[in-house]
C-alpha cells in the first residue's frame, strides 16, 4: 500500500472546513469561477463504488469540468490565492492536471501561486480545505496524496 501524505493548505486559515478523506479515484471535477474559486463539484469512487457528488462551497457562476478516465489521476496542482475584503484570502485560480497531460483550469490568475507536481507513480487521492462565510468561495485548499513507492 502507498503513502499517503497531506500537502498543503494554500490559501487563508479561516472558513468552514471541507474534507473528501482518501478516494480511490475522482471521476469528475467542476470548478465553479469567477474572481474566485466559489466552489467544487467533486464525484469519486470508494470500495469500489461511485459516491454521490461532493459540492464544496458554491454552484455558482461560471463553470469548467473535466471527467477522467478509468486509470487517470490528478498528479499536479497549481493556483493562486490573494486577501481580498479585508483580511479575507481565496483561492483565485485552480488547476489540476491529470497523468494523461489533460487538465482542468478555472479562475484568475492574481495573488500569490502555489504549485505541486508528483513524481511518477504519485497521485492525488483527496481534498480538503477550507470554505468562506458569509461569503462563500474556496478559502484554502490542500490535497491528500499518495506516493509513488520508493
Not at 500500500?1 to 471535477?29: I, P, Q, S
Not at 454552484?59 to 486509470?71: F, G, H, N, V, W
Request: glycine fraction near 12%; include cysteine; aromatic fraction near 8%.
Amino acid at each position: 500500500m502507498a503513502k499517503v501524505v497531506k500537502v498543503g493548505t494554500w490559501g487563508g486559515n479561516a472558513g468552514n472546513a471541507f474534507d473528501t478523506g482518501r478516494v480511490d479515484r475522482f471521476t469528475k471535477v467542476k470548478i465553479y469561477h469567477g474572481d474566485v474559486i466559489y466552489g467544487l463539484e467533486i464525484t469519486f469512487v470508494v470500495g469500489g463504488k461511485t459516491q454521490p457528488p461532493v459540492v464544496i462551497g458554491d454552484k455558482k457562476r461560471a463553470s469548467k469540468e473535466i471527467s477522467l478516465d478509468e486509470d487517470e489521476h490528478f498528479t499536479s496542482i497549481t493556483g493562486y490565492f490573494k486577501p481580498m475584503l479585508g483580511t479575507e484570502v481565496f483561492i483565485t485560480q485552480l488547476t489540476l492536471t491529470t497523468d494523461d497531460n489533460r487538465n482542468v483550469s478555472a479562475g484568475k490568475e492574481t495573488g500569490s501561486p502555489f504549485s505541486l507536481a508528483l513524481e511518477e507513480g504519485g497521485h492525488i487521492v483527496g481534498f480538503c480545505g477550507l470554505v468562506g462565510q458569509p461569503i462563500v468561495a474556496v478559502e484554502a485548499i490542500a490535497v491528500y496524496c499518495s506516493l509513488a513507492d520508493s
